[in-house]
């Protein structure tokens, strides 16, 4: 079946990086947008960009411009998203989701992953 | 970018009462690309509707939603107790996409 398996919880200092991980099954990687979002604590989700594993576009958040990275590896059928910079505000679980297709309008979140808890603190 | 006002902010009914949530959107939403997620704590997001009234896969028809334009409806007849949770409706027609701030549906 169609699924997203996220990589595991991070434990990350202020100022350092995180490299969350989306493997992706079932379907044709390269065919379909990938998204990053998130839930901080206590918080509503929050939509941070997308990448095309066709092409190699991608979009994002203004808020994230400068500190995400969203990149692929389509011979492991792999998304991921590097984020750098952090802070507590970015302790939250990170949530990868498959829109449609690249070759079709927008379309919304059919396939999720199960999220990847991150956590910042000295 | 399109600001999502979801109105409740928490409803608290009994099993087999209806629900209704809404969303007002600030701009009109493109396509009608609204959806809407339900949320359970420590489980991922999982799409009910898209499209403002197509029914996602899996979902049983007492989810329904209507509107366009600006205003939004997600209504959920003959409640049952699982269908305790934080709902969030999104528009994905135009970047960023963005989410309501959620309504809380509490099940007595």
């Known amino acids: 079946q169609v699924q997203l398996v996220q990589s595991g919880a991070e434990v990350k200092k202020p100022g350092a990086s995180v490299k969350v991980s989306c493997k992706a099954s079932?379907?044709?990687?390269?065919?379909?947008?990938i998204h990053w979002l998130r839930q901080a604590p206590g918080q509503g989700l929050e939509w941070m960009g997308w990448?095309?594993?066709?092409?190699?576009?991608?979009d994002s958040a203004q808020k994230f411009q400068g500190r995400v990275t969203m990149t692929w590896d389509t011979s492991i059928n792999t998304a991921y998203m590097d984020l750098s910079g952090l802070t507590s505000d970015d302790t939250a679980v990170y949530l990868c989701a498959r829109a449609g297709s690249i070759a079709a309008p927008p379309d919304a979140f059919h396939i999720w992953g199960q999220g990847t808890m991150v956590t910042v603190f000295s | 970018e399109i600001v999502l006002t979801q109105s409740p902010g928490t409803l608290s009914l009994s099993p087999g009462e209806r629900a209704t949530l809404s969303c007002r959107a600030s701009q009109s939403v493109t396509r009608s690309d609204l959806a809407w997620y339900q949320k359970k704590p420590g489980q991922a997001p999982r799409l009910l509707i898209y499209g403002a009234s197509s029914r996602a896969t899996g979902i049983p028809d007492r989810f329904s939603g209507s509107g366009s334009g600006t205003d939004f409806t997600l209504t959920i007849s003959r409640l049952e107790p699982e269908d305790s949770a934080v709902y969030y409706c999104?528009?994905?027609?135009?970047?960023?996409?963005?989410f309501g701030q959620g309504t809380k549906l509490e099940i007595k």
């Open positions: 999104q528009q994905y027609g135009s970047s960023p996409r963005t």
């Open positions: 990448v095309n594993p066709n092409n190699g576009g991608t």
């Open positions: 079932g379907y044709t990687f390269s065919a379909y947008y």
